[in-house]
């Protein structure tokens, strides 16, 4: 009877536990909502009223639409160099058995695990040189390879699990190379591929400092245009900006759960 007890209030701890850290880590986040619908000129809480005015305002402010066109235009063309770059690195590390390919692992993994003001440091002193600093070609190489590792190890870790033997009988029953990967390879770690497509976009739309250090006022982002919007004073319309970009971001993950599922369970011909 007592280990029962014991065993229910250490369960109740735990659930209570558990609500206290999402409520520590979605409050913050969920604060941007009573911001963004306020009437007032500043941010105030609780809301003096409902208005739909800083939308508006970003809306129709083109510095706020040129910047989330902008990093959109980022953000895709990062996505599209992360996946092809981080799925052949791990198909030549994992499958072909590179040389040397764990260390070339590590090094691949530093833009992720190493300090961002460090790699930024080193990208705007190659990128001045090239003249590639301030330019949208510059921003989407930069930031494809902080986006890199994380397809790469969405590919690698799928991959070090995927049965072989399934491409070589495919291969026995006279299916061609290409045939194979379409047929047997691509619909296994196609959700694998996925995940990292979304990792790579995210990164990409949300990355700061090294965008701080290769972009100019004419290749401006979102992050650096809600930096502008707080530097000298918070501007609401912020609050606004943030509500849809969160918003977009929510889609963003339900997509990915629908693909993957669409995916998954696809039959394949």
């Known amino acids: 009877m007592n280990h029962r007890i014991q065993s229910k209030v250490a369960w109740t701890l735990m659930y209570v536990f558990a609500i206290l850290v999402l409520a520590f880590t979605l409050l913050p986040i969920l604060m941007i909502f009573p911001f963004a619908f306020n009437s007032a000129e500043y941010l105030a809480f ?28 980022v953000a895709v063309f990062t996505t599209i160099l992360s996946v092809v770059c981080g799925t052949l690195a ?67 870790s799928r991959l070090s699990t ?5 491409e070589r009988a495919a291969r026995s029953l006279g299916a061609s190379q290409l045939e194979c990967f379409m047929r047997v390879t691509a619909p296994i770690i196609a959700p694998a591929i996925a995940a990292g497509g979304i990792f790579a976009f995210i990164i990409s739309w949300d990355e700061f400092i090294v965008t701080y250090f290769v972009a100019d006022t004419n290749t401006q982002t979102l992050p650096l245009r809600f930096f502008s919007g707080i530097q000298y004073g918070v501007d609401v319309t912020a609050a606004a900006a943030a509500v849809i970009v969160f918003s977009a971001m929510i889609l963003g993950v339900l997509l990915y759960r629908g693909t993957t599922y669409w995916m998954k369970h696809r039959k394949w011909t």
């Open 46 to 73: 609780p809301p003096q009223g409902f208005s739909l005015r800083w939308f508006w305002s970003f809306f129709s402010e083109p510095t706020w639409v040129n910047a989330s066109l902008k990093s959109l235009e």
């Open 162 to 166: 995927f049965d072989a033997s399934l």
């Open 90 to 156: 791990a198909f030549a590390i994992i499958r072909k058995k590179m040389a040397y390919g764990n260390v070339i692992s590590i090094f691949l993994l530093f833009p992720m695990i190493g300090p961002h003001i460090t790699f930024a440091i080193g990208i705007f002193g190659i990128f001045s040189r090239l003249h590639l600093a301030g330019t949208t070609f510059g921003l989407v190489l930069s930031h494809s390879a902080i986006a890199i590792p994380f397809v790469y190890i969405n590919v690698a």
